[in-house]
């Protein structure tokens, strides 16, 4: 059985789905732009 999520660990996901850094269909305009940057992205939503 999988442990319950934390409200920090369900925010993160939530912030993972809004940015969707993973779609590689999405490499126009502002989605180029947080792609070029997801390092820093992916630092800041981990904490």
């Known amino acids: 059985m ?3 999520l ?3 660990s369900q925010f ?5 789905e809004m ?3 993973d779609h590689k269909e999405l490499d ?3 989605f180029k732009v947080l792609r070029l940057k ?3 992205i992916e630092q ?3 904490g």
């Open 2 to 4: 999988p442990a319950p």
């Open 6 to 8: 934390t409200p920090f």
């Open 12 to 16: 993160q996901n939530l912030l993972r």
């Open 19 to 21: 940015f969707q850094l």
């Open 28 to 30: 126009f305009g502002l």
């Open 38 to 40: 997801r390092t820093y």
């Open 44 to 46: 800041f939503i981990s």
